[in-house]
């Protein structure tokens, strides 16, 4: 079982950058990922991280401005956000899962944060 909590989101201009973080707690040694979720929209995929082996992924729409990383000693993955976009708005989850591929399904995590919201005004 693990416990995720992420950072309290905000409210950016257009062009600016935030930093998320979530940190689990319980087991840990997951892969973990980022999901976000907009306005009558389906929760989508923003980037991952394996477990054991680091490999990272991320959707084609952030790649390049966004980057995910972990701090293995505190058991935090944090997803900095650069150049953000209004289409950036959402509420964004932290996920885990058990296996140690970073997919990019949502029904492939096993565990969830319970979201923050972020908001680029443009």
């Known amino acids: 079982q693990v416990q995720l909590v992420e950072s309290v989101g905000s409210t950016v201009q257009a062009g600016g950058s935030l930093t998320l973080s979530c940190e689990a707690s319980?087991?840990?040694?997951?892969?973990m990922g980022w999901f976000r979720q907009a306005p009558g929209k389906e929760r989508g995929f923003v980037a991952a991280?394996?477990?054991?082996?680091?490999?990272?992924n991320y959707a084609d729409s952030v790649d390049g401005r966004f980057t995910i990383s972990t701090d293995n000693t505190k058991n935090i993955v944090y997803l900095r956000m650069t150049k953000l976009k209004p289409e950036d708005t959402a509420v964004y989850f932290c996920?885990?899962?058990?296996?140690?591929?970073?997919?990019?399904?949502?029904?492939?995590?096993?565990?969830w944060g319970q979201g923050t919201q972020v908001t680029v005004s443009s």
């Open positions: 996920a885990a899962r058990r296996g140690g591929v970073a997919t990019t399904f949502a029904n492939t995590y096993d565990y």
């Open positions: 319980g087991r840990t040694r997951y892969t």
């Open positions: 991280v394996s477990w054991p082996g680091g490999g990272i």
